[in-house]
């Protein structure tokens, strides 16, 4: 992870809030994973301080859980909890990817299809961090191609609570986790806002399934690892 040390004390707080968000949005952790201030501290070459500032906002957000300074983890999620985001995920990632097909250009489709053949190239390598990363960044790009910064920034929100969970999920749910992705390009190329909205809904319902199965299990799972 990269270091702060030149940085003042605000944007010290800020970079290291802002890096941890995005390890848990791009699934570097997994649920039941435990979080250490010091290793934390080591790893961005800072103090104690503003780990310590980024872990309590992190707890407020609901991406962790802080039991203790010695005790803070990444949270499970109930079903109910997941089936309340994954409502909310079809509303607005539908709405980015209708609104990215109304205006996406040549671009942002090669874009598009570059983060697709290197995600194809992660899951033939067995390589869930790299697919993980790269199946957020598809996501993610659809609001940014539809021009959405508020959406945006409401999604990374739903994503640090949602990341942990999809990487736990990626390798075990093989080809469901991208075969939906192809489908929202070709909609977007046809310029077909109903078309794209229909096939990120597909994405989350049917390529979710593996994340939902892993849920069900979890909390035992999880309590084992405690």
Known sequence: MPEFTTLDHASLNGAVYGALCDALIEGRFQPGDRLKIRDLAEQFGTSVTPIR??????????????RSPRDIRIP?????????????????????AETAAQ???SADIEALERILRENEAAIAAGDRLKGTQLNQAFHFMLPQIAGLPVLNGILRRLWLQMGPHISDAYIPGGRAMIDHHYPVVE????????????????????????????????????????
């Open 53 to 66: 500032d980024a872990i309590l906002r992190l707890a407020n957000d609901e991406a962790i859980t802080f």
């Open 187 to 226: 909609a977007l190329k046809r310029h077909d806002p109903a078309a794209a909205s229909m096939a990120i809904v597909d994405d989350i319902l049917l390529g979710g399934k593996p994340i939902l199965e892993r849920i069900e299990r979890g909390e035992e799972r999880i309590a084992r690892r405690a």
């Open 76 to 96: 499970g999620l109930s079903e109910s909890r997941y089936m309340e985001i994954r409502a909310i995920r079809i509303r607005l990632e539908g709405l980015a």
């Open 103 to 105: 205006v996406a250009t």
